[in-house]
Structure formats: structure tokens, C-alpha cells
């Protein structure tokens, strides 16, 4: 099974409405590596990695969210750092 790693950019009403949290518990039930981070400019940064087909299944929610956020867009490109075991939050 081919591996794929993406770096996102996760654009609306991200902040404020426990996107992070959400995220992280999306990741760990998909079984995908990685991290997540509020950013200053309202977005939130993300880097997902793991089997394909999961990491398809996290962008398809990402593009959601939880209840209370508005997801206006998402950039994701393929990454160039490695993503840690299991998956964080930064701050």
C-alpha cells in the first residue's frame, strides 16, 4: 500500500470552533500520522500522512469539518518533511 504525506492549508471559519481537537481525533481514527496548528492569519496548517486511502478520507472531512466551523477552502501539497508518529497538535 503506497504512503502519501500533504501539507494543507485550511481556510474559513477554522479557529474558535475546536477544529484542532476535531482534527486530531479524525487523524487517530483514520490511523493517519501528522500534525495540526492554528496559524496568525486565522487559517490552519496541517500535515497528514499514512495509506492513500486514509489520507483521501482525511482531506473529504477536512473539507467539513466540525459543527460550528465553515471550511471556505483548502491548498495542499504534496509535503517535504517527514511527519511524527501519530498525530499532534501544535501550538
Not at 25 to 52: M, T
Request: proline share 8%.
Amino acid at each position: 500500500m503506497s504512503r502519501r504525506a500533504v501539507k494543507l492549508r485550511i481556510r474559513g471559519r477554522v479557529q474558535g470552533v475546536g477544529f484542532r481537537y476535531w482534527t486530531q481525533g479524525e487523524a487517530q481514527a483514520l490511523g493517519v500520522d501528522g500534525w495540526v496548528r492554528n496559524e496568525p492569519d486565522g487559517s490552519v496548517s496541517a500535515l497528514i500522512a499514512g495509506p492513500e486511502e486514509e489520507v483521501e478520507k482525511m482531506l473529504k472531512r477536512l473539507r467539513v469539518g466540525p459543527p460550528g466551523a465553515e471550511v471556505t477552502g483548502i491548498a495542499h501539497d504534496p509535503a517535504d518533511e517527514p511527519a511524527p508518529d501519530g498525530f499532534r497538535i501544535l501550538r
